[in-house]
T-cell receptor, first 116, second 112 residues
Framework: DAGVIQSPRHEVTEMGQEVTLRCKPI?????LFWYRQTMMRGLELLIY????????DSGMPEDRFSAKMPNASFSTLKIQPSEPRDSAVYFC??????????????FGEGSRLTVL | SQQGEEDPQALSIQEGENATMNCSYKTSINNLQWYRQNSGRGLVHLIL?????REKHSGRLRVTLDTSKKSSSLLITASRAADTASYFCATDRPGGSYIPTFGRGTSLIVHP
């Protein structure tokens, strides 16, 4: 398996534009996570899915952020409209279930977003 | 809110020395995990230790867990320049959802 695949790796956009980040998890994993990493706040969980269903989106900063998982092999994180404070590295990760808890997370290489 | 916090924030050592990083957390956990992140890359899983375990080894890595003190340590023995990276601990989110929550990490620099 190629691992978790994210695109684009880098995105530079202007304030107010729509941004869509994409993720392909590892086949067979039933959990998918979106994290955001900044120097100020570290690694924050935005939302996670279990079997394609959003379970907890309490980490999503505001209504400008939305995430979908239409099938087991694809997820998107959308920001509309984007703002400079959204500049960060966005990571997608996938995992399989354990009897108690979640197994190790497999991370993609991240999408570095810069909003001017 | 973040559950785990790593200490120190930064660590600089010479190749061949041991590196020890600590993680403290606030509430009871089920699992604690350690990850490594090289500059500009995604996080890579190192070790998972369960709440009923006290110590685990993987190659040059040794992880301990003290649930009474709500703390864990990651020891890298005989460090190499290639170990230069940030190291994160991840604990279950408060409330028992088992979802990993990450600390801010320890930045390790190993000088050749």
């Amino acid at each position: 398996d190629a691992g978790v695949i994210q695109s684009p790796r880098h995105e530079v956009t202007e304030m107010g534009q729509e941004v869509t980040l994409r993720c392909k998890p590892i086949s067979g994993h039933d959990y998918l996570f979106w994290y955001r990493q900044t120097m100020m706040r570290g690694l924050e969980l935005l939302i996670y899915f279990n079997n394609n269903v959003p379970i907890d989106d309490s980490g999503m900063p505001e209504d400008r952020f939305s995430a979908k998982m239409p099938n087991a092999s694809f997820s998107t994180l959308k920001i509309q409209p984007s703002e400079p404070r959204d500049s960060a590295v966005y990571f997608c990760a996938s995992s399989f279930s354990l009897v108690a808890g979640v197994g190790e997370l497999f991370f993609g290489e991240g999408s570095r977003l810069t909003v001017l | 809110s973040q559950q785990g916090e790593e200490d120190p924030q930064a660590l600089s050592i010479q190749e061949g020395e041991n590196a020890t990083m600590n993680c403290s957390y606030k509430t009871s956990i089920n699992n604690l995990q350690w990850y490594r992140q090289n500059s500009g890359r995604g996080l890579v899983h190192l070790i998972l230790i369960r709440s009923n375990e006290r110590e685990k080894h993987s190659g040059r890595l040794r992880v301990t867990l003290d649930t009474s003190k709500k703390s864990s340590s990651l020891l890298i023995t005989a460090s190499r320049a290639a170990d230069t990276a940030s190291y994160f601990c991840a604990t279950d989110r408060p409330g028992g959802s088992y979802i990993p929550t990450f600390g801010r990490g320890t930045s390790l620099i190993v000088h050749p």
